[in-house]
């Protein structure tokens, strides 16, 4: 069916409010179930609800209004506390919000698809039956089934019908219900009042990706204040910039060419301040609180808690740190798939935690913090942390490395091994872990993001997982070196520290060019030979050296000279030249040109 | 009555007539379909791009776009030559990508009808793999070779494209 809603703007409205209760909704969820007679809480959740099923029916969406108004029938019943909230009744409210989300994704989609709603509500309508108010209703106790059975065949009329009820006008249900009692007599022994966990499990894990694709990317919301800024700062630029049409003009009728350089030079400066001022609007726009990721995972880890039959409290810090909408879209299957690894594998069951002397409930700490121009995300368990050699037994007996790779490493490394592709400590595979895909998935958007990923293990006493990401990935700060007469563009977030060095300091060790730096010794790679570059200059004896860090590892790479530091934006290679190793894309030089940036990432793990 | 029949056989069939750049490679007249066709420009300062195929001579901006660049003469084994005045680059979009392709000199626009494009023969002496020619032309005093690029760059070479170290 599709959608047939004349006003396209008022349903953009309607989508665009709706989604964002929801995204609140499953939050307070969560927050009401820990402290359940936080009155205001209550209410709001309420309210969102109400709200929903308000808009919906205004719009005419019946299966929306449907199933709204059951959740906000039973919401209703805890808020005039005739309930008590139990984890029960939490998946069943929780249930019906996924639903409602999965709903509204169709109405987003384009295409209204007839779903079961049946289901849900009647697990829902249990929890109404002992309602004086509703009594009519819902008294017998055969009835709230009943009403399921009903409500397909009634659908256009029934959430009228059903709202009406709410406000005690019971009897149009009656007569709707009254027909399909007989033949659907049979089916009513099935469901059962109270939810079991099977069937929960289903419904629960489709709509969560509908939950997923609801989080609406295709519109940003901006401050208002941020958006009068802007427009201000556009301003400046346009005078300038007239002031440099009048003053191209100028020169061109010969007026005052001894001042043309002078004028030339403080309009320069100027636009510099202008555009520099523009940019930092512009990205604080697309940040975006990491909250925004963030707060699905409450609900997340109450569900595998209850999965996995742990208890486990989940901390969040920092949500309120702010970073780039695409670094925010990137990072959130990678920190699902630790969020779940600290509660499957790192923490340990109420017992087991109990005989290890430690509190039945487990903590899983997830903080984020601004630190430079990164951004630090931490999933921190106290659990029983990684065993580095069952990691190393696990990952000979998948025949993932060899017996000499494994002696050769050290504990460090032997970490890494838990990202490889294929890898898993499970024997069994599971629905929910067990495939040796998650860790590579982390691996591989973190590496997208130019991030950094460290391991924190502490045999018996949890993990941590520490990612550090760059703010932007549109626009960073970069060192131009060139590489004989090649510019090539090195992303300063990875530059230690550059020095000038005579080739006679060159040592070789292993047929591998190194540098002895301090303490420690460094091995080189000649960009020159990487790129393939042509050799221009042969006599010089001297060269520069710019050391580059990513994560532990550190090279030095050898170019001709230094440039200089310009702050540049990444422009895609295409796809055609996406998989280049060394190249991390390229940008535009303020001559015209095209300079390549180079990739750390890839240079490094190149020469280890 | 007649009219009316023509159109809509030719809007059927994609139209009868076709339009294709015709553009010179070592003294041989190729062309290409016009919608194929996103702009034709003068030769510009190329960035080599390391670690790419041969034929790959780097990459361009294009307003604000960087696009790669692919020297045909390169591609199809000729001889390579110095750019002069003629040279120019057509920039093209190959499956959905923005693409330079670097040609000796670019002629003109011809339109010719469908059915005089016959099928390639089954030997192709120039090195042009034989995937990538559609067709043949023969017109009264030219030969020209109807290329297809998007064959040219069929999955397996793009792969290797971005593989090649």
């Known amino acids: ?608 | 009555m007649e009219t009316a029949l023509t159109k809509v056989k030719s809007e059927e069939y994609g139209g009868e007539l076709i339009q294709l750049v015709s553009f010179n490679l070592e003294k041989e007249e190729y062309g290409i379909n016009v919608l194929m066709v996103r702009e034709i420009i003068r030769m510009l300062n190329i960035t080599r791009v390391p670690n790419t195929p041969h034929y790959v001579e780097g990459v361009i901006n294009l307003r604000g776009k960087v696009i790669p660049i692919i020297n045909l003469r390169k591609k199809f084994d000729l001889m390579d030559t110095e750019y002069d005045k003629r040279t120019r680059i057509m920039v093209m979009e190959v499956v959905g990508e923005l693409m330079g392709f670097i040609v000796d000199e670019v002629s003109e626009v011809i339109r010719i009808s469908e059915k005089e494009i016959q099928p390639p023969p089954p030997v192709v002496s120039s090195g042009i793999e034989q995937e990538c020619m559609a067709g043949v032309i023969n017109q009264a005093e030219r030969l020209l070779v109807l290329l297809d690029l998007e064959k040219m760059f069929s999955a397996d070479e793009r792969r290797l494209f971005s593989n090649v170290a």
């Open chain 1, 1 to 608: 069916m599709a959608i047939d809603c004349e006003d396209q703007e008022l349903l953009d409205g309607f989508l665009a409010e709706t989604t964002e209760l929801l995204e609140k909704l499953d939050d307070d969820l969560i927050s009401l179930e820990k402290s359940p007679e936080d009155a205001d809480l209550m209410n709001r959740i309420f309210r969102s609800i109400h709200t929903v099923k308000g808009a919906s029916s205004f719009l005419g969406f019946d299966m929306l209004v449907k199933v709204t108004h059951k959740t906000e029938d039973v919401l209703n019943r805890l808020r005039k506390v005739e309930l008590t909230l139990t984890p029960e009744i939490m998946d069943v409210i929780l249930e019906a919000v996924d639903l409602v989300k999965t709903l509204v994704a169709d109405i987003k989609g384009g295409d209204i698809i007839e779903r079961d709603l049946e289901g849900t509500i009647a697990k829902l309508i249990p929890y109404l039956s002992e309602n004086a108010v509703e009594a009519t209703v819902l008294a017998p106790v055969f009835a709230p089934k009943e009403e399921k059975e009903a409500a397909p065949p009634a659908a256009p009329t029934e959430p009228a019908a059903s709202q009406q009820a709410g406000e005690a006008a019971p009897a149009e249900p009656q007569p709707a219900k009254a027909e399909p009692k007989a033949e659907s007599a049979p089916k009513q022994v099935a469901p059962s009042p109270q939810p079991k966990p099977q069937p929960v499990k289903e419904p629960q894990k489709a709509p969560a990706k509908g939950g997923e694709d609801l989080a609406d990317n295709s519109t940003v919301r901006v401050d208002v204040k941020r958006l009068d800024d802007l427009m201000n700062q556009v301003g400046e630029l346009v005078l300038e910039r007239n002031r440099m049409i009048q003053l191209h003009s100028d020169y061109q009728t010969g007026l005052n060419p001894a001042e043309f350089g002078d004028d030339f030079g403080k309009l320069s400066k100027r636009l510099n301040f202008v555009t520099s001022e523009l940019q930092m609007q512009v990205l604080k726009m697309r940040m975006l609180p990491v909250e925004k990721v963030f707060k699905k995972f409450p609900r997340i880890v109450r569900n595998l808690a209850r999965d996995l039959g742990k208890e486990v409290d989940l901390v969040i810090y920092g949500e309120e740190t702010e970073l780039d909408r695409s670094v925010v879209d990137e990072i959130g299957d990678p920190l699902i798939h630790l969020i779940r690894n600290a509660l499957d594998h790192g923490l340990e069951t109420p017992e087991q935690r109990l005989a290890a002397g430690k509190d039945r409930t487990g903590t899983v700490v997830l903080s984020a913090a601004h630190e430079g121009n990164q951004i630090v995300i931490s999933i921190k368990d106290d659990g029983r942390g990684i065993d580095p050699d069952r990691i190393a037994r696990k990952a000979l007996d998948k025949g993932l490395v060899t017996d000499d790779q494994v002696a050769a490493m050290g504990t460090r490394e032997i970490l890494d091994l838990i990202f490889l592709p294929g890898f898993s400590t499970k024997e069994q595979t599971t629905d929910l872990s067990g495939r040796g895909v998650g860790m590579d998935v982390v691996r591989t958007n973190i590496r997208k993001l130019n991030g950094i990923i460290e391991i924190k293990n502490e045999l018996g006493h949890g993990s941590e997982f520490i990612l550090k990401l760059p703010l932007t990935l549109a626009i960073i700060q970069s060192l131009l070196v060139e590489v004989e007469k090649e510019v090539y563009s090195i992303p300063l977030a990875s530059v230690i520290e550059t020095m000038r060095v005579s080739k006679k300091e060159f040592h070789m060790i292993g047929g591998q060019e190194v540098l002895k730096l301090r303490d420690s010794v460094l091995p080189l790679l000649r960009l020159q030979r990487t790129f393939g570059c042509h050799e221009v200059y042969t006599d010089r004896d001297t060269c520069y050296v710019v050391i580059v860090g990513v994560a532990e590892k550190r090279i030095g790479l050898i170019v001709t000279r230094l440039l200089g530091q310009q702050e540049v934006a990444i422009k895609s290679l295409g796809k055609f030249l996406s998989n280049l190793p060394g190249i991390g894309g390229s940008t535009i030089m303020g001559d015209g040109r095209v300079a390549l940036i180079v990739d750390p990432i890839g240079l490094v793990g190149g020469a280890a």
